[in-house]
């Protein structure tokens, strides 16, 4: 039961498939980090809608002259030294000037703007205000949704996918909060390739898959 359990938990489980994935995708990300920057550079890090736990298992922090900012709607709890919070807002940054950051990261994060025109402003905000992006989101076209683990849950009308996270246990085996079913179901527009690469028009496209299908699709221009 415990396997079936972390199959479907969330990725904030260290045991979960999500955190494998996730795992190797900061180990493909930090192999491009490393082609541009050297471990002596100081380099600031911008993490758009990111949380201090993600760099646990990271070899950034330890880096001599790094500093991450996360950037969220509230505060984020952070001990390390060369991480801190920031709140602000990812589709207007007015309180960064062009090129303040060496790197913008973003972790599943631009798809839970509500609209197109929202990622829109998050993409050009995040352009302007890095040198250098790596931007990953779930793909749409993927068969098992991401968020909920229920399969093609993205083409199912907004009723009926209520239904089944408020109603049933079909969605990562437990039946969601009716709030946060409804804030979710509000929020989040997935992305696919074509979208991506229009939001980020000059990047690189690298594909997460699992058995052969895209999974995930990271815009970046880490070359």
């Not at 070899?59 to 030294?81: R, W």
């Not at 079913?181 to 898959?209: G, N």
Request: proline share 6%; hydrophobic share 35%; with cysteine.
């Amino acid at each position: 039961m415990s396997f079936i359990s972390n199959f479907f938990s969330p990725s904030d489980n260290p045991n979960s498939l999500g955190a494998k994935f996730r795992n190797q995708r900061q180990k493909d990300f930090e192999d491009l980090f490393f082609r541009n920057f050297s471990k002596n550079d100081p380099i600031r890090v911008l993490d758009v809608g990111g949380a201090s736990y993600f760099w646990d298992t990271s070899s950034l922090p330890s880096l001599p002259n790094i500093e991450i900012t996360l950037l969220n709607l509230g505060k984020e709890d952070t001990t390390h030294p060369k991480i801190k919070s920031v709140v602000g807002d990812a589709t207007s940054m007015p309180e960064f000037a062009e090129n303040s950051f060496d790197l913008v990261f973003s972790n599943s994060v631009i798809e839970h703007l509500y609209t197109w025109e929202n990622q829109q402003k998050m993409a050009n905000e995040i352009m302007r205000v890095g040198k250098k992006y790596f931007i990953q989101t779930p793909n749409r076209k993927f068969p098992i949704e991401a968020h909920y683990a229920i399969p093609f849950a993205q083409y199912l009308p907004h009723k009926l996918l209520y239904f089944l996270l408020t109603k049933t246990k079909v969605s990562r085996l437990q039946k969601w909060d009716p709030t946060h079913a409804k804030q979710y179901l509000e929020e989040i527009r997935l992305l696919d390739q074509k979208e991506m690469q229009q939001l980020f028009p000059e990047s690189k496209i690298y594909q997460e898959k699992f058995m052969g299908m895209i999974k995930s699709i990271c815009a970046h221009n880490l070359g």
